[in-house]
């Protein structure tokens, strides 16, 4: 297949999603919807209870499809699995995740018994639900009353569900008999083959020796699937939708078999939505169909970024050296002027010169440190798993320790430098950049509170404008404070921050003046608190690109919650038909604006995504047209630390429905003008990449 028959496939599964996500909205009654979403806000835990369970039953499935001698503590392996199901969720083909189960468990289990013990739960899960999706289907044609063309579809996936669930014994027996083919030295010599041999012997060891594993494995998925059941009874009742277990049963049946065949479009974008609609309906359950679609949205949205935050981390960086480690080597007095535990952006000093070093790639670090060794071996054991550190007061040991490592892979630092990575980097090389990079001395309490503020202010953007300095200075005391006493990650700052963007959506959505002013309120705190998820991955050298992706999730969650709020908000103050076409349009500018910018994201910014906002502002300010300048403004006011000012000013004025109206106008002229630029903007950023690489970064 060409990358241009894939890129075809991708884009019409996009606009397959799209296409059945907006006949879902035409076909919805908001009004309706509203009244029925309002007990789901506080009951949210119980929706999520349900999904939980799932996430937990099929962990255990897939633990124990490995052999008994490879199998892994729970946690590790839910944490394993959970990351990689984040990663399908949000990949146009949806398998990206079964890869990265192998490669994350690559340090403790033998990738071939990796990928076989995936395929073995992937294939136990899908037979396991085609024979329930065909008994539950039989069992819905015999006991609820159906119209005769959902007769029909229950009809056909009986018949298809039990066809499909034949299909992987009928392979698996093909594959064992072609698997014996001939080998090399003993090897099969083909890799396929020999992950195909794996896969057959787990396979056979469950069907021939291990009974009870193969039972439970069995008892595992189906109690996963009438999970999810339980997840529509739970939803329907709290809107109170007459349903019973089995018309529960029977639209977990439907869903499953439609999410299952539109597996190929990223998120189920559109198909989860229309398939649960549709079987509601069907049902006589109609009042909580846009319910039932909404909060199974909100569940695999909450569990992918859940995902995104337990991810494992990657292996410690090897060496550039080859055949050797680079060390870091620095020394100190008796009496030295400032202690290592004195804390620095709120971490001790000790530990922030070892972690800039693991962020530098180094694998440890020596000091010489006649007065305060056991200071240091304490923070030895805190960042143990980032870098070996090393220390010493004994003369004969630390010279053994000095001849021993070559000389080609030592950095010297001085003594009493604190470091940043990139000071480190041009350290080694030997350059005159070291100058140019954060670094402080610290010879004195006072030394000390000048390299917290240098520290702090290095924190700040080029990009920050009045307000967004302001809030910084809200935002920086707070992440210091949650460093030194939570060592809070920046993934789980985006999540809280996601979650406050939801939260006052909700609020907007009331639509009277006390829950608007409110609502601004949290707004505003959301935008503050927005700095800090990249403050604590930058004060903790943690900054990555997945990160900046992650953070650009929550903005345009943020701005979705919060539109979204707006308009519902705004259609019932005023009772306006004409809100709900301003505030769709509003939508639809703001949807197709995101995708234009993770397009340019992804294709204009030379593998930094974060640097997006400097690269298009540069380029429409060196137009030198009236309209491009107009345009950078407009992007400016629309910023997260911007808007929300202007927001709690409109909602004090109890305007809020010209949010509306503004954004319905501003968002579809910022994508139109975006789209006009956007082949310059990608021809740009290739035949000026140096330009590009020397805008500042950011995380």
């Known amino acids: 297949m060409t990358e241009r028959t894939r890129s075809l496939i991708t884009a019409a599964a996009v606009i397959l999603g799209i296409g059945l996500l907006a006949l879902t909205i035409v076909n919805t009654d908001f009004a309706s919807a509203r009244r029925a979403l309002a007990p789901l806000v506080p009951a949210l835990p119980l929706v999520l209870l349900p999904g939980l369970i799932w996430h937990l039953l099929r962990t255990e499935a897939w633990r124990q499809s490995f052999p008994s001698d490879t199998r892994l503590p729970f946690w590790r392996v839910f944490r394993v699995r959970l990351a990689a199901e984040a990663f399908s969720f949000v990949t146009i083909r949806g398998v990206a995740g079964e890869p990265l189960k192998v490669i994350w468990l690559g340090p403790d289990v033998p990738s071939m018994i990796a990928a076989a013990a995936v395929a073995l739960e992937r294939i136990a899960y899908l037979v396991v639900t085609s024979v329930c999706v065909g008994l539950f289907s039989a069992i819905a044609i015999l006991t609820i009353p159906l119209t005769r063309p959902w007769l029909h579809v229950f009809g056909w996936l009986c018949g298809v569900s039990f066809a499909f669930a034949a299909a992987p014994f009928i392979v698996a027996k093909r594959t064992a008999s072609r698997s014996n083919g001939p080998t090399e030295n003993g090897k099969p010599r083909s890799l396929l083959v020999r992950f195909l ?104 949205l909450f569990w992918c970024a859940a995902g995104f935050l337990i991810h494992p981390r990657r292996p410690r960086p090897a060496s550039s050296h080859a055949g050797s480690e680079r060390t870091l080597v620095t020394t100190e007095d008796a009496h030295p002027p400032v202690r290592i535990d004195a804390r620095l952006g709120g971490m001790p000093i000790g530990e922030r010169i070892c972690r800039a070093a693991a962020r530098a790639g180094y694998s440890r670090v020596l000091i010489w440190t006649p007065g305060q060794k056991g200071a240091w071996q304490r923070i030895a054991r805190r960042v143990r798993r980032r870098i070996t550190v090393i220390a010493a007061d004994d003369s004969a040991q630390w010279r053994e320790w000095i001849a021993s490592a070559p000389s080609s892979a030592v950095t010297i630092l001085p003594p009493y430098v604190i470091p940043s990575p990139a000071y480190l980097n041009a350290l080694d090389r ?22 917290e503020r240098r520290l702090r202010e290095s924190i700040f953007k080029p990009t920050d404008g009045p307000l967004a300095r302001f809030n910084r200075r809200l935002s920086i005391p707070l992440s210091v404070a949650l460093i030194r006493w939570t060592r809070m990650s920046a993934h789980a700052m985006s999540a809280f921050v996601i979650a406050l963007g939801l939260f006052a959506g909700w609020l907007f959505s009331r639509g009277t003046y006390t829950m608007g002013v409110l609502a601004a309120i949290v707004s505003l705190a959301a935008s503050v608190l927005d700095g800090c998820d990249g403050e604590l991955a930058r004060l903790q050298y943690k900054e990555s690109a997945l990160g900046c992706w992650i953070d650009t999730l929550g903005d345009y969650t943020y701005y979705v919650a919060i539109f979204a709020g707006l308009t519902i908000g705004a259609v019932h103050q005023t009772g306006s038909a004409i809100l709900w076409w301003l505030g769709t349009a ?48 407009l992007a400016g006011c629309a910023t997260r630390a911007n808007m929300p000012y202007g927001i709690v000013a409109i909602a004090i004025a109890d305007l809020l429905p010209a949010v509306v109206v503004l954004g319905a106008i501003g968002a579809n002229v910022y994508w139109i003008s975006l789209a006009r630029e956007l082949r310059t903007l990608m021809a740009a950023s290739k035949a000026q990449t140096p330009s590009i690489a020397n805008l500042p970064a950011s995380s």
């Not at 198909?271 to 909060?295: D, K, M, P, R």
């Not at 030997?430 to 000390?448: N, P, Q």
């Not at 995101?594 to 137009?623: K, M, Q, V």
């Open 197 to 300: 041999r794996q896969l057959v012997s787990q396979f056979d060891t469950l069907l021939d020796c291990d009974r009870r594993r193969l039972a439970a494995l069995v008892a595992l998925e189906v109690a996963a699937f009438a999970s999810m059941a339980l997840e529509v009874w739970i939803i329907l009742r709290l809107t109170q939708t007459p349903v019973t277990m089995f018309g529960a049963v029977a639209m977990e049946t439907f869903t499953r078999a439609a999410s299952t065949a539109s597996a190929f479009i990223p998120a189920n974008l559109g198909a989860l939505e229309a398939s649960n609609v549709a079987v509601a309906v069907a049902l006589q359950a109609g009042a909580g169909a846009i319910v039932l679609a909404v909060a199974r949205r909100i569940r695999g």
């Open 586 to 633: 509003f939508g639809a500018g703001v949807l197709l604006t995101f995708a234009l910018l993770i397009l340019l994201r992804w294709r204009a910014t030379d593998g930094h995504p974060e640097r997006l906002r400097a690269t298009t502002a540069a380029h429409f300010n060196a137009t030198n047209k009236p309209w491009a300048a107009t345009l950078v403004w």
């Open 430 to 451: 030997g350059g005159d950049r070291a100058r140019e990079s954060w670094s402080a001395s610290v010879t004195s309490a006072e030394s000390l509170a000048i390299a």
